[in-house]
């Protein structure tokens, strides 16, 4: 049993910077490998972001290569992703993303970014 509660959000204009959190707990939060971002915008799916192993691999969707930034503290179980160079197509909902290496997966409700001038 893990949950996992974004923050962060909110209205930025172009060219504008936003970090986003995710804050980990539950009695099962040592289980987890893999945390990371996806987005969904309306009518799209929702698609990866980032990820972040528990030893600090990072990936990265090929749109937000050189702008976003993934990192996590584990003593804190938290992670983080720094947006810059933010865009208007950035704009949805961005949901904390958590994963086990059994394949149990783990979803935060979801924190909205508007990027608009």
């Known amino acids: 049993q893990v949950q996992l509660v974004e923050s962060g959000g909110g209205l930025v204009q172009p060219g504008g910077s936003l970090r986003l959190s995710c804050a980990a707990s539950?009695?099962?939060?040592?289980?987890?490998?893999?945390m990371g971002w996806y987005h969904q915008a309306p009518g799209k799916e929702r698609e990866l972001v980032a990820l972040?192993?528990?030893?600090?691999?990072?990936d990265y969707a090929d749109s937000v290569k050189g702008r976003f930034t993934i990192s996590r503290d584990n003593a804190k179980n938290t992670v983080y992703l720094q947006m810059n160079g933010l865009k208007p197509e950035d704009t949805a909902v961005y949901y904390c993303?958590?994963?086990?290496?059994?394949?149990?997966?783990?979803w935060g409700q979801g924190t909205p970014v508007t990027v608009s001038s």
């Open positions: 993303y958590g994963g086990t290496p059994g394949g149990v997966v783990y």
């Open positions: 539950g009695r099962t939060i040592f289980s987890i490998n893999l």
């Open positions: 972040i192993s528990r030893y600090g691999v990072t």
